[in-house]
Every structure is written in C-alpha cells, then in structure tokens.
C-alpha cells in the first residue's frame, strides 16, 4: 500500500470517527431536547385541557366541548382525540402546519422518541378526552439536523482529504524524486558496468592486437597510447561506479559496504591512514543505510580530494532510536566560501538525511581538519509505494 494511501485512510478514519462522535453527541441531545419538549408540551396540555373542557362539559355539553377544541385547533406535540368509549370519534385534533408532509424515518424515531404518555379524562356527559404526547415534529427537527451536520461532515471530509493530498504530494515530492535519481543513477551505474566498460575493454584488446602485430614504430606508439588512454578511462569508469550506485549496498549489509568503500580507498591512497568505528546492532532500512553510506563516501572524497588529509577517521553509532555517522579528517579545513551555491554533493546530501528526519552538519575542527556529521532517525520513512 503507498504512502498516500495510508495517509488518506488515516485522515478519512479520523474524520469519520470525529463524524460519528459528533452524530452521536446530536443524537443524545436531540433525545433530551424532544423528552423535555414534550414532557412541557403534555403537562400543559393536561393541566388545561382537562378543567376547561370538563367545565365546557358541564355548562353546555358535548357540543360545547367540540365547538371549544375545534376552535383551539393543534396544540403543540400533542395529539387529542374527543370520543365515547368504545364508540366513535367526535373530534380528533388537525395535523400541524410545521413542515407539513415530512417525516423522519422510522429507524431514528424509534432511536430517539421518548416514551409518549396518554391522558384519558372522563367527562360528565360519558365522553373521553384522550391527550397523546405526539413528538414527530421535534423528532424531524433533530433529522434535519443531523443530515446537515452529516453534509457538512461530506464537505469537511472532501476539503481535508483535498488538503491532505496537497500536503502529502509536497511532502513526498522530494523523497520521491530522490528515490527516482537512485534509481536512475542505479541503471546507468550498470550501463557504464556492462555495456561502457565491454567496449573499453574492446579498445584496449585492440590497440594491444595492433602493437602485437604491427611492425611499424608510429603505429605501435599510437596504439600503446590507446590502450593506455582506455585503461585510464576504464579506471575513471570504475571510480565513477561507486559515485553514481553503491552496488555493494545490493547484497552486502551496511556495515560490509562500508569496510569495503575503506578498503578500497585505502588500497588506492595507501599513503592516507582511514579508521573505520561501527557500533551497529542491526542492518538499518534501505533508506537510511543508503543515506549513511553517502555521508560516508562524501565525507571520504572531500577529505581526500579537497583537505588533502593524511588521516580519516569515520564512526557509525546506532542508539536510541537513531544513527550517527561522523567522518573526522586532520586536513587543512574548509576554505572560507564552502558554503556558497554549487555544491551540490553536499546540498543534495544534506536534503536526503532532511527528508529522513535527520540534520547534517559540517563544520572545522579547531585549527586543522573538519567534521562532517550526520544524525538519522532509524526508523527513517517508509519506502513510498511500498
């Protein structure tokens, strides 16, 4: 799974369990609000209608109390119906005017409808007047409330996630560029390898076939030219290799690659002393050890190639959840404009221990020599598109 995919679940998951909290809370309140709506609605209803209609009852009978409850109309969350026992219904109170014709759906009014009471009082003429708490318009009040918070939460949620998408894709922009320069540097590394270093080789057998069998002097000499200027250029070639794609990082451990870069280095200067310290107790990721061993092989070919060191000390040290790389070199320093634009090993080397977490720095030591550091978290990032 890719690592804007796993963001975009993480960021999609929050927000819905921030949706359902909210839902939740919405519905708690609306069950508390519609309960003591209705409990206010029936107690008034009650506590009036019962006198006034027994009154109505007892000074002009059944058609007076009819008259009086048609002319009251709806009374609000309340249902009342007019009737004889067992016999027909003489009144039955209107439907309310308030949204009219809308209903909340059956499943949230039973989620959220309180326990509805019911009135009887017994009039003197024998007739019933039934008062039936009715809360379907506070239970629609609290649908239409919910279903705007839950558009809100769809606006919320394309908004965050279009954010997060923005953010991501600048965040990872650099890493995955990188990651791309590695591998593009890992595929002409191999071209150089197999296809430039065949035709040097070609070259050289060459010009050796046409020393060996020319009998003129120029030709010769011209041929030994050639070969020698292939031989030099297959020596770049190798010593480009590494540079570009540290094959050893492809089967060997971190710690392996590393001696092997020393080893190497120290048998082309022998006249250089280089210490190796590693104190690792397993084999970082990928992209960490890439990074260490960048650090590595920068701060080796600045020391020998600009402080003219005579003595190269690197240590690798993993503690506490993080790597640090030093490369320590007795040379003459680094000169006072180093850090102007174009040095680009060093910036690019600095933004791909940055995209890992960590901080390079580089800096003389005193009066003689330099440090180059590094301090990369071990987890580093995970691989994108992994």
Same mark, same amino acid.
Request: proline share 6%; charged share 20%; aromatic share 6%.
């Given at each position: 799974?890719?690592? #804007?995919? #796993?963001?975009?679940? *993480?960021?999609?998951?929050?927000?819905?369990?921030?949706?359902?909290?909210?839902?939740?809370?919405?519905?708690?309140?609306?069950?508390?609000?519609?309960?003591?709506?209705?409990?206010?609605?029936?107690?008034?209803?009650?506590?009036?209608?019962?006198?006034?209609?027994?009154?109505?009852?007892?000074?002009? $009978?059944?058609?007076?109390?009819?008259?009086?409850?048609?002319?009251? $109309?709806?009374?609000?969350?309340?249902?009342?119906?007019?009737?004889?026992?067992?016999? =027909?219904?003489?009144?039955?109170?209107?439907?309310?005017?308030?949204?009219?014709?809308?209903?909340?759906?059956?499943? @949230?009014?039973?989620? *959220?409808?309180?326990?509805?009471?019911?009135?009887?009082?017994?009039? =003197?003429?024998?007739?019933?007047?039934?008062?039936?708490?009715?809360?379907?318009?506070?239970?629609?009040?609290?649908?239409?409330?919910?279903?705007?918070?839950?558009?809100?939460?769809?606006?919320?949620?394309?908004?965050?996630?279009?954010?997060? @998408?923005?953010? *991501?894709?600048?965040?990872?922009?650099?890493?995955?560029?990188?990651?791309?320069?590695?591998?593009?540097?890992?595929?002409?590394?191999?071209?150089?390898?197999?296809?430039?270093?065949?035709?040097?080789?070609?070259?050289?057998?060459?010009?050796?076939?046409?020393?060996?069998?020319?009998?003129?002097?120029?030709?010769?000499?011209?041929?030994?030219?050639?070969?020698?200027?292939?031989?030099?250029?297959?020596?770049?070639?190798?010593?480009?290799?590494?540079?570009?794609?540290?094959?050893?990082?492809?089967?060997?451990?971190?710690?392996?690659?590393?001696?092997?870069?020393?080893?190497?280095?120290?048998?082309?200067?022998?006249?250089?002393?280089?210490?190796?310290?590693?104190?690792?107790?397993?084999? =970082?990721?990928? $992209?960490?050890?890439?990074?260490?061993?960048?650090?590595?092989?920068?701060?080796?070919?600045?020391?020998?190639?600009?402080?003219?060191?005579?003595?190269?000390?690197?240590?690798?040290?993993?503690? #506490?959840?993080?790597?640090? *790389?030093?490369?320590?070199?007795?040379?003459?320093?680094?000169?006072?404009?180093?850090?102007?634009?174009?040095?680009?090993?060093?910036?690019?080397?600095?933004?791909?221990?940055?995209?890992?977490?960590?901080?390079?720095?580089?800096?003389?030591?005193?009066? #003689?020599?330099?440090?180059?550091?590094?301090?990369?978290?071990?987890?580093?990032?995970? =691989?994108?598109?992994?």
């Amino acid at each position: 799974m890719k690592l #804007r995919t #796993r963001l975009h679940l *993480v960021v999609t998951g929050l927000t819905i369990v921030w949706v359902i909290v909210l839902v939740a809370s919405e519905v708690q309140l609306t069950r508390s609000r519609i309960r003591e709506d209705v409990q206010a609605a029936n107690q008034v209803a009650i506590q009036l209608l019962g006198r006034l209609v027994n009154v109505y009852g007892l000074i002009g $009978g059944t058609r007076t109390v009819t008259d009086f409850l048609t002319r009251l $109309g709806h009374v609000r969350s309340n249902d009342i119906v007019l009737t004889y026992p067992g016999g =027909p219904v003489l009144y039955h109170s209107p439907p309310a005017t308030y949204k009219a014709g809308q209903y909340a759906p059956a499943w @949230f009014a039973h989620l *959220v409808a309180p326990r509805t009471p019911r009135y009887v009082f017994p009039l =003197p003429s024998g007739l019933e007047l039934i008062v039936q708490a009715a809360p379907s318009r506070g239970i629609l009040d609290g649908w239409d409330a919910i279903r705007r918070l839950l558009a809100i939460a769809a606006v919320m949620l394309f908004i965050v996630n279009g954010l997060a @998408f923005w953010m *991501v894709e600048r965040a990872v922009a650099p890493v995955v560029i990188e990651q791309r320069l590695d591998e593009e540097r890992r595929l002409i590394a191999h071209e150089l390898h197999d296809e430039f270093g065949q035709s040097v080789t070609a070259i050289r057998s060459l010009a050796q076939a046409i020393v060996d069998q020319s009998s003129q002097a120029p030709m010769q000499e011209a041929a030994r030219l050639i070969s020698a200027e292939a031989a030099r250029l297959y020596d770049a070639m190798h010593g480009l290799i590494p540079r570009l794609a540290p094959a050893a990082l492809d089967t060997l451990s971190l710690s392996e690659a590393l001696e092997d870069l020393v080893r190497d280095l120290q048998s082309r200067h022998p006249a250089v002393k280089v210490t190796l310290r590693q104190e690792l107790a397993c084999n =970082p990721d990928p $992209g960490v050890s890439l990074a260490a061993y960048r650090v590595v092989q920068e701060g080796l070919v600045n020391a020998l190639r600009h402080a003219h060191a005579s003595h190269i000390d690197v240590e690798l040290q993993a503690e #506490r959840g993080s790597l640090t *790389v030093t490369v320590t070199d007795d040379g003459v320093g680094l000169p006072k404009d180093w850090s102007r634009p174009g040095h680009y090993g060093l910036r690019g080397l600095r933004e791909r221990v940055s995209h890992l977490g960590g901080n390079l720095t580089l800096h003389n030591r005193g009066s #003689r020599g330099t440090l180059l550091a590094a301090q990369i978290p071990l987890a580093g990032l995970p =691989p994108v598109g992994a």
